[in-house]
């Protein structure tokens, strides 16, 4: 009982959020079974970060953040933003799913290791959430206190890697979603 409380609580909680167009319609196939609920996720983002250091997400700012495909122009005009260590950075999708028991658990880490997601993992063994996330990234230092470290052409192929990769991260979620619907629904 105690699980379908959670579960219940969770989904009213997503139902009245905001989520990524592009990573709803998965969540939505996870949710459609009573042994899961999506936590959080993201459909993978391309991301210029100011930061006084790397790794000091608190004291960050987010010069420029894209779901959909920004211009090479729009990425170069956040990097000029910036006046601390200023990173370029693609962030795969990712999805947090809490499983109803722990042997749903390892059968969805089983389904998640056939879709070719390896690094796939249990992240909280309270209530057996998995974390899905691709392993492609992108992460460069693209300016420092202002000054320009990436020229252009740089700037320019590391976004289209980024969004190749990006592209990758999102059709392993579909191969996914349809091995999902396969197992569990």
């Known amino acids: 009982m105690e699980w379908l409380k959670f579960r219940k609580r969770i989904l009213e909680k997503y139902r009245n959020s905001s989520i990524d167009s592009w990573i709803k319609e998965i969540a939505d196939t996870i949710n459609s079974s009573e042994d899961f609920v999506t936590l959080s996720s993201c459909s993978g983002r391309i ?25 090479v ?7 000029r933003s910036g006046r601390m260590e200023t990173w370029f950075i693609m962030d795969p999708p990712i999805i947090h799913v809490a499983c109803r028991n722990s042997e749903i658990a390892f059968k969805l880490l089983k389904c998640l290791n056939e879709s070719g997601f390896r690094r796939s993992g249990i992240i909280s063994g309270k209530r057996n959430v998995i974390e899905i996330s691709s392993s492609e990234r992108v992460e460069f230092l693209a300016a420092r206190n202002g000054t320009i470290l990436a020229d252009e052409m740089m700037i320019s192929e590391n976004l289209q890697k980024s969004l190749e990769k990006l592209e990758k991260s999102r059709s392993r979620f579909l191969g996914f979603q349809n091995r999902f619907k396969e197992v569990f629904l």
């Open 47 to 71: 991301a210029i970060m100011d930061m006084p250091e790397f790794g000091d997400k608190r004291n960050s700012v987010f010069l420029g953040k894209w779901h959909d495909p920004p211009s």
């Open 73 to 79: 122009h729009e990425v170069i005009e956040a990097v």
